[in-house]
């Protein structure tokens, strides 16, 4: 189901020239981007969705992720180059824990957005969106002849199995390989071993994944990142970002499902999206796994929001 944003969401200080994020920000009422929309454009949908958190085990509460996110965002100050055109299409809401109807949506809407040269900013919601997310990207690269690059930062591979035939927050990765077997092209950095059993590292050798564990995930280790996404990026046309919360240190991201003391930082991260954005190849970003009902004082809210800003910041 599509749930249109209320307005009374983006409010901030006033000003009468564009100063903040609340005033840059047009709330549509359908999926769909007025026509006479020109220039550059940006689109964030929601997914209010944690029906695959709960199949993984997990705790409920990411659904309320989006409104979160974009209630921490709107008094934030605008800095982004061009003043694009932004548009907050809503969310796609997961209703009597029909997961798959509502990604059906959100690739459709995806795909659409690609098509129409819109850049897709996603707010989650459990992870299991990027199965939705993933799914209209490559559809839409495909029609381009094009490879599509999956960056994961993240805690976990994300490359479970169904469970009794059903996705869910811990397989999207793992759907999207199975889905399009010849054009599964995954990097995932700052995996922990601890929150990965030895299969889940032989299933990620046999899809011929990469991916960077959190030891050598680090700043002081950046020249080999850097070999890395380097060497990722260089066979691939396009990219896909999702940054999936719980990969940070709970240190700064205490609100999400599954918490680890040991993550990585803000700070390693922003490098990367940094990098990423540099590389011309991105072509939309999710970020994840906010759980508001664990958070401290709305700081994962923030750093999700941050996240966002910084991206589309140094992309546009």
Known sequence: MHQPTPKSIWIGRSSEDLQYWHQAVRCLEELKLPIESKGRKVAMLGYAGDEGVSRNQGRRGAANGPIAIRKMMAPMAFHLPNEPQIFDLGDIVTLDNNMEESHDLITETVSELLADKVFPVLLGGGHDLAFAHGRGILNHVKTKGEKLGIINLDAHFDLRALVNGQGHSGSPFFQLAKAYPSDFHYLCLGVQSAANPSSLFNTAKQLK????????????????????????????????????????????????????????????????????????????????????????????????????????????
């Open 209 to 316: 994944v990469n991916w960077m564990e959190m030891e050598d995930f680090t700043l002081s280790n950046w020249e080999n990142i850097v070999l890395v996404l380097n060497d990722f990026c260089n066979s691939v046309n396009k990219i896909y970002l999702s940054i999936d919360l719980d990969g940070f240190s709970s240190a700064y991201a205490p609100g999400v499902s599954a918490p680890s003391p040991m993550g990585f930082s803000p700070e390693l991260a922003f490098k990367v999206f940094e990098w990423i954005a540099g590389s011309g190849k991105l072509i939309s970003v999710d970020v994840v796994e906010l759980n508001p009902e664990y958070d401290q004082d709305n700081t994962t809210a923030r750093l999700a929001a941050r996240c966002v800003e910084f991206v589309l910041r140094k992309l546009l």
